[in-house]
């Protein structure tokens, strides 16, 4: 069975950083897209960022010039860097995988997901 393993997660000022790692068992990370999502309650689970591949990254429009997504093959994960954080990035943050070397930003597309970690940002 397939795990993702989110951590990382934490209370943070706006303007400061955090780094969420995602680690995988029995899914071979190297070879498929994965992605990071956040959702608040009410709202629907939103894509943040993606890689698949060794170069091919993604980001939504908010998020963009300031999370950068990289992938260790050797660890098997994925890490998101968030910095210059805002008080609009606290979410419940979700490591997503899919068995497919097409990135997606459908939260239907992907087959496995972690628990989510939370990540409050304060002004």
């Known amino acids: 069975q397939v795990q993702l393993i989110e951590s990382g997660g934490g209370l943070v000022q706006a303007g400061g950083s955090l780094r969420l790692s995602c680690t995988a068992s029995?899914?071979?990370?190297?070879?498929?897209?994965v992605a990071w999502f956040r959702q608040v309650p009410g709202k629907e689970r939103e894509f943040v960022a993606g890689?698949?591949?060794?170069?091919?990254?993604q980001y939504s429009d908010s998020v963009k010039a300031r999370f950068t997504v990289s992938k260790d093959t050797a660890k098997n994960m994925v890490a998101l860097q968030m910095d210059s954080l805002k008080p609009e990035d606290t979410a419940t943050y979700y490591c997503?995988?899919?068995?497919?070397?097409?990135?997606?930003?459908?939260?239907?597309?992907?087959?496995?997901w972690g628990q989510g970690t939370q990540v409050t940002v304060s002004s």
């Open positions: 890689v698949v591949g060794n170069t091919i990254t």
């Open positions: 029995r899914f071979i990370v190297s070879r498929n897209a």
């Open positions: 997503a995988a899919r068995t497919s070397e097409v990135l997606s930003r459908s939260s239907l597309l992907y087959d496995h």
